[in-house]
């Protein structure tokens, strides 16, 4: 005797087959693959954009900074770089490392501070710019030359700039008819992961004395 089918009764549904399981999961990966695209370039603009941000924000107190002191300073004396005394100091010359100098108000032949500026850059010719402010009490009459930090304390200084690069030459400051500072770099910053946030800055500043 044939058994019959309850007509009240569904039939049992076939599981999924395996070529429908491969067609689902090549759905869902492109659809994540899609989703992982739009996240990453999202994430990269976003970085770029904070680079942007801090390039800027370097340059206009880098810039405020060092106009207000070169300003206020007597003269100036650029050199070849941190490590290399040799004085830069004719018309056109440059170098990575700018000292200003202040002398006593009593006695012009003594000076009472320095401030420095200075660039180390690694073998890609970027580097950080650190500072250093000097104040003597009293003031005093040795040379500028044999007041300045010795060349091992490159790194004992604050940075005011992250990362940066010379143009033209690879130097950052150039002495302009032996009376004004041109200051001409650029400054970076991490960006994304193929760019980097970067800016140029160009300005002149002209001591006071």
């Known amino acids: 005797m044939t058994a019959l089918t309850s007509p009240g009764?569904?039939?049992?549904?076939?599981?999924?087959?395996l070529v429908e399981m491969l067609i689902a999961m090549a759905v869902f990966g492109l659809v994540?693959?899609?989703v992982l695209s739009f996240f990453l370039q999202g994430l990269n603009m976003f970085h770029f954009d904070v680079g942007k941000l801090r390039v800027n924000r370097d340059i206009r107190a880098f810039t405020s900074e060092l106009s207000d002191n070169a300003t206020y300073s007597n003269y100036f004396r650029i050199?070849?770089?941190?490590?290399?005394?040799?004085?830069?100091?004719?018309?056109?010359?440059?170098?990575?490392?700018?000292?200003l100098a202040y002398v006593d108000p009593d006695d012009t032949e003594r000076i009472e501070r320095l401030v420095g500026y200075?660039?180390?850059?690694?073998?890609?010719?970027e580097g950080p710019v650190r500072k250093f402010d000097l104040?003597?009490?009293?003031?005093?009459?040795?040379n500028l030359a044999d007041l300045l930090p010795s060349a091992g304390q490159i790194d004992a200084f604050d940075q005011v700039v992250e990362l940066?690069?010379?143009?033209?030459d690879g130097r950052l400051f150039y002495n302009y008819r032996d009376r004004s500072i041109m200051i001409k770099g650029e400054i970076i910053?991490?960006?994304?992961?193929?760019?980097?946030?970067?800016?140029?800055?160009?300005?002149?500043?002209?001591?006071?004395?």
Do not use: E, I, K
């Open 164 to 168: 940066s690069r010379g143009l033209a």
């Open 9 to 17: 009764r569904p039939r049992s549904r076939a599981a999924y087959t």
């Open 189 to 209: 910053h991490s960006g994304t992961v193929t760019r980097r946030a970067t800016n140029t800055y160009n300005f002149t500043v002209t001591p006071r004395g």
């Open 118 to 125: 200075y660039r180390a850059p690694d073998a890609t010719g």
């Open 135 to 142: 104040s003597f009490s009293p003031s005093t009459s040795a």
């Open 79 to 99: 050199y070849r770089s941190f490590t290399d005394r040799a004085v830069a100091q004719l018309d056109g010359r440059s170098g990575d490392f700018l000292v």
């Open 32 to 34: 994540m693959a899609g």
